[in-house]
């Protein structure tokens, strides 16, 4: 087949009767040479907007797309699913050897490739631009896809420096039409990314930010790992998911500390060796319930779409990170859950991260912004998802699937309570100039004697005690709310407590203050599922949620074995075979016919040639 109209591709090619949202019209301005920046949700189907395009225009003559991407992980699982639909594409990274690279050059020159994978340095690499201007000089190359666009920009949250060198291709090929691609950027970022590519003249398309498949929750760390594990077990037993920590130390740790407690949980870093990062890596995308704890290294460009939890025991730097690492979560559009544990000294890390960067004060000041309106998010007593698309410039209803919503958290006029903290830290600074921490401040307010109130004869303050009504949990919360409304700053090696300028009016009682109220520590062996709900997927829930009967359950069930069988022989994830949802639907459905099997979602000519036939017999034996 060469018909290279995009519905014909889509429907030929990958199996699916329609495009989805805004892709048809990004799908025609690309395949018709228009420059574009696209903003659209992971999951949302970014990749076939370029995807189908590279096909379009090879099959019109026009020669290779070159896809940009940072991660060898990406370039591997989309060159292998495009191989599965008959689509000629190649990668070249450091995995292949000599002659396995001079071969993908060989296929690049000729013109025969559809598409090539590659790493940003590599397309700005003299060699491989010789390359490019040999193909540009006989009309054969077609389109640059860059994607992870937001990695041009220092604003975003994952800035790369080799990025800002894409700027050539513009210059250099300025006929050959370029579309960008990111799951997130807010106004200032997209800003940058079209200045820095130089894509003023492209249309810009952003979609929906929602993702109303995820169920968003933030809890108050108390015993965090508890709180995971318990959050794991009672709604995600044997299922893949991600927990993000902030450093190496704390992965280690963690996946060593869930694999104890029976979990097949696999530390990924930047530190690991990088076999053990590509064997932990294959894992988590070919085996099923493996759970990944990892740095920020792991997951961009990851495609495996039934990730059904992602978790963060520390708070990410800006709500654009927080997006893009929990929108890894439900690819498949199968419910999903972003879980959060948060607490004083996230607030206090991050803020103090900032301060001590050697970047420009103007970056500073954007960074505390950013970290700022993620605190608001974690501190908000509303629907979380308002919040989330409000950052992104998009109007929202209260989504009914988040902590807030099905939930709503109590709150308390903690205005008289701000006041004696803000007052004993003022007080601290007129007693002896000195400044103090969380715990020294809690104390003093409590009423508590200790060695060092004794030492600095804090119990003659007229603060000693004023708090006792309030339990050390409380307190915390207070003064974790505080610092995340900017009225209190950490400072220092120590984490020492001073006011800022707006404390002034919150003493004068100018300021009137509705906190969110401490949580209560769960009692041991209490189930509390999604921020306190006692829910628990189980086995069959998971069936249910599909549709399948007992008789589909058992074909669904065969077609999983088959399909994991084919997998390992190609040496590929099982999702890029056929994803579960697909799979879901063959069962459901039970076809009878290759006829009938062409009519499933998913389902292209390709693998209707290669698999159909089997999979009419695994359907009946199953």
């Known amino acids: 087949m060469n018909d290279s109209r995009p ?21 025609d301005h690309v395949t018709g040479g228009g420059d574009a920046l696209v903003l659209m949700p992971t999951g949302g189907g970014k990749s076939l907007c370029y995807q189908v395009p590279a096909i379009a225009r090879h099959r019109a003559r026009q020669g290779v797309t070159v896809v940009v991407s940072p991660l060898i992980a990406l370039m591997h699982d989309q060159v292998g699913a495009l191989e599965e639909a008959g689509v000629h594409a190649a990668f070249m ?17 000729s013109g025969r490739l559809v598409m090539l994978y590659a790493a940003p340095e590599r397309v700005t690499n003299p060699r491989f631009l010789a390359q490019l201007d040999s193909l540009h000089e ?7 896809a860059i994607d992870e666009a937001h990695c041009v920009s220092q604003w975003g949250h994952d800035f790369r420096s080799e990025y800002l060198a894409l700027s050539l291709l513009h210059e250099r090929y300025a006929d050959v039409p370029r579309i960008a691609l990111t ?11 079209i200045e820095r590519l130089k894509l003023d003249e492209a249309r810009v398309f952003i979609s929906s930010f929602d993702r109303p498949n995820i169920r968003y929750a933030i809890v108050e760390k108390d015993d965090p790992r508890r709180q995971l594990l318990r959050f794991i077990r009672e709604e995600h037993e044997d299922e893949a998911g991600v927990v993000y920590c ?20 696999l530390p990924y870093h930047a530190g690991l060796d990088s076999a053990v990062r590509q064997k932990h890596q294959d894992r988590f995308l070919r085996e099923d319930g493996i759970v990944m704890v990892a740095t920020v290294a792991f997951g961009m460009g990851i ?9 963060h025991l520390d708070l990410p730097k800006n709500i654009e990170g927080y997006y893009q ?19 004083l000294a996230d607030v206090v890390n991050q803020r103090r991260m900032i301060d001590e960067s050697p970047a420009e004060e103007d970056f500073k000041i954007v960074q505390r912004g950013k970290l700022d309106a993620l605190l608001a998010l974690a501190e908000a007593t509303d629907c979380r998802r308002v919040r989330l698309l409000s950052y992104f410039g998009e109007a929202s209803q209260p989504c009914g699937n988040c902590d807030n919503c099905l939930q709503p958290p109590a709150t308390w006029d903690a205005t008289d309570a701000a006041r004696k903290l803000l007052s004993c830290i003022y007080r601290f600074h007129q007693h002896g100039g000195r400044r103090f921490g969380a715990g020294h401040l809690i104390d003093v307010l409590r009423g508590k004697q200790t060695d060092k109130v004794a030492q600095f004869n804090h119990e003659s303050l007229s603060t000693f005690g004023v708090g006792a009504d309030l339990s050390e949990q409380q307190w915390r919360a207070v003064l974790r709310q505080l610092i995340a409304l900017g009225h209190v700053v950490a400072e220092g090696e120590y984490h020492t407590l001073a006011l800022t300028d707006s404390a002034r009016a919150v003493l004068k009682g100018e300021v009137h203050l509705l906190l969110r109220e401490a949580s209560e520590r769960p009692k041991r062996g209490a189930k509390t599922g999604r921020s306190g709900s006692a829910t628990k ?6 069936v249910e949620a599909m549709d399948l009967d007992a008789a589909a359950e058992q074909r669904f069930d065969a077609l999983k074995s088959w399909r994991a069988e084919v997998a390992k022989e190609h040496g590929l994830p099982a999702y890029v075979i056929f994803q579960n949802v697909t799979l879901a639907e063959m069962a459901r459905q039970h076809p009878q016919s290759l006829d009938d099997l062409a009519g499933i979602s998913g389902v292209g000519a390709k693998k209707l040639e290669a698999y159909g036939r089997e999979l009419l017999r695994v359907l009946e034996a199953g």
């Open 7 to 27: 519905l014909s591709i889509l429907q030929e090619v990958f199996g699916y009767g329609a495009f989805r949202g805004a892709q048809a019209e990004i799908v």
């Open 138 to 144: 006989r009309g054969l190359l077609s389109l640059f």
């Open 537 to 542: 997927t189980s086995s069959k829930a998971k």
């Open 303 to 311: 495609d495996k779409p039934d990730v059904r939890f992602v978790a």
């Open 325 to 343: 690492e929990t929108g890894r979560a439900g690819r498949d559009g199968g419910a999903s859950n972003a879980w959060m544990t948060y607490g």
């Open 183 to 193: 799951a997130t950027a807010d106004d200032i970022t997209r800003a940058d990314i």
């Open 246 to 265: 902030q450093s190496r130390k704390k992965v280690e740790e963690t996946a060593q500390w869930l694999a104890a407690e029976g979990l097949k949980a």
């Open 93 to 109: 990274n450091s995995t292949l050897d000599t002659e396995q690279y001079l071969f993908v050059e060989r296929e690049l020159t």
